[in-house]
Nanobody
Framework: VQLQASGGGLVQAGGSLRLSCAAS????????IGWFRQAPGKEREFVAA????????KYADSVKGRFTVSKNGAENTAYLQMNSVKPEDTAVYYC???????????????WGQGTQVTVSS
């Protein structure tokens, strides 16, 4: 299955944005969908993850309380709701799949093209 992130754009600090992660096929209940981001000159970092079967979630400390992951199982689509965004949230955002409920980037695959999020101050 291929994953494609979309929904990025330019937003002012304090604003909101919702990203989508659409799968080309069925996302099985054993899957974990993770969100990651990569800012210029920095390594790709974990943002959030959701276990598809029971919607258990985990978040990076930097986004906890501001970002929320959710899903539409019927449409095999995951979402990342970004609220109270900050300039430091500026990055290319990616979604990917893992069989492990983990924050480790190396445990994820099925990376698609990312979507650019730019937060202006």
């Amino acid at each position: 299955v291929q994953l494609q992130a979309s929904g990025g754009g330019l937003v002012q600090a304090g604003g909101s944005l919702r990203l989508s992660c659409a799968a080309s096929g069925r996302i099985y209940s054993s899957s974990v969908i993770g969100w990651f981001r990569q800012a210029p000159g920095k390594e790709r970092e974990f943002v959030a993850a959701m276990r598809w079967s029971n919607t258990n979630t985990k978040y990076a400390d930097s986004v906890k309380g501001r970002f929320t992951v959710s899903k539409n199982g019927a449409e095999n689509t995951a979402y990342l709701q970004m609220n109270s965004v900050k300039p430091e949230d500026t990055a290319v955002y990616y979604c990917a799949r893992s069989s492990q409920f983990t924050m480790q980037t190396t445990e994820y695959s099925n990376w698609g093209q990312g979507t650019q999020v730019t937060v202006s101050s």
